[in-house]
């Protein structure tokens, strides 16, 4: 009986060896992962931060991560604001829908304020498409330069209209050939 206990203390001596090197191994492994997620993390939420009342320098670097983040914000808030202006407003004009008047003036006049208000809806579903397309390019860091000449826009510009796609004169060149193209 001597040798069987011998035996188990041995037994039990290497799983023991066998199960602190398998713990170093995951334990290993864990912070691996976590350093991996952290870095995931920084990277998704922006390791920059920036206070409310922070407005883009010219002093600064274009686009650097101070103003991509600044853009990622306002552009975000701003999607919200129409997203928002805009389910109201759907609504609302459901609402409106169950008194229908029976003179014809009012129905047409009714008729005519919903018009307006769906082509104004229409118009932010648009730009809430236009602003979703300049949060792709801050991720993919090609926002804030033209899309025909890939010269920097220009802060001025983007601060009075974030989804800018190109610069001043790139746009009046596009407008000249929309205008050109309707007239055909």
Known sequence: ???????????????NKTASKNKVKTTAKTSAVKTTVAKTKDTIKGQIKISKTYIPKDTEKYMCEKHKVFFRIKLQEWRKELVKANNEALYN???????????????????TDKNVEMKAINRQ????????????RIKDDTYG????????????????????KYTISAQEKHEKNEKVHADD
Do not use: H, W
Request: positive net charge; hydrophobic residues 45%.
């Open 125 to 136: 579903i648009k730009l809430i498409s236009e602003i979703d397309k300049a949060l792709m």
């Open 145 to 164: 330069f033209c899309l025909d000449t890939a010269e920097p826009i220009g802060l001025k510009r983007l601060m009075a209209r974030p989804v800018a």
């Open 93 to 111: 004009g459901s609402m409106d829908d169950n008194s229908i008047s029976a003179d014809i003036v009012d129905q047409a006049s009714s008729y």
């Open 1 to 15: 009986m001597a040798k069987t206990s011998k035996v188990k203390k041995k037994v039990v001596k290497a799983k």
